[in-house]
């Protein structure tokens, strides 16, 4: 399996990729540890990477997309990968096609994991409260989901037109979630 995990904030991607990921026996590969991982590691990828974040601004596409690249290039994605959080808009997902193209492969699935958005905020505004994110209010996240309705949303139209997005409602039980997920893409 070689999928892509979509969905707004809150929608439960972090929690389902690892369920997915244990499922179908492939790494569950987050942008976010592969950003640690090359900070970490001091790699030439990392240090351009760490320039931007120190600076507050967005890591350029070029540097994602070549660590990206370098990961699933990785031994343990030979039998399959679920990216959680990357592509992040069209123009990563027409580079993940180019990768893969590379590596002989192609997408199996890009799922996407949908949520009222009412009921993310309340979500995030409690995992906020747990966690103790006194930045993230009820403003932010609001902000941080039209963000993604306006940057990332258009990846639905793009995998759709592809004939690989599989939906599903993302809200329920965790345990429901993770089954109606994995039916959903073994019965498309």
Not at 38 to 62: H, S, W
Not at 68 to 74: F, G, I, N, T
Not at 165 to 180: F, H, K, P, S, W
């Amino acid at each position: 399996m070689r999928a892509v995990l979509l969905g707004p904030p809150g929608a439960g991607k972090g929690t389902q990729a690892v369920r997915l990921s244990e499922r179908w026996s492939i790494p569950a590969i987050s942008t976010g540890d592969i950003f640690r991982a090359n900070v970490k590691g001091a790699t030439e990828l990392g240090r351009r990477a760490q320039e931007f974040m120190n600076a507050g601004a967005l890591v350029p596409d070029e540097i994602t997309n070549a660590m990206v690249r370098d990961r699933l290039a990785q031994d343990d994605t030979g039998e399959g990968f679920l990216l959680d959080g990357y592509p992040r808009n069209p123009d990563q997902a027409i580079e993940l096609d180019s990768m893969l193209a590379d590596m002989g492969i192609e997408l199996d699935a890009a799922i996407e994991i949908t949520a009222d958005m009412d009921e993310v905020t309340a979500r995030l505004l409690k995992r906020a409260e747990i966690e103790g994110r006194a930045d993230d209010t009820e403003p932010v996240i609001r902000k941080r989901l039209e963000v993604y309705a306006t940057s990332t949303a258009p990846l639905t139209a793009f995998y759709e037109g592809r004939g690989v997005l599989v939906q599903v409602d993302g809200l329920g039980a965790v345990d429901e979630v993770t089954d109606r997920l994995v039916a959903a893409v073994e019965n498309r």
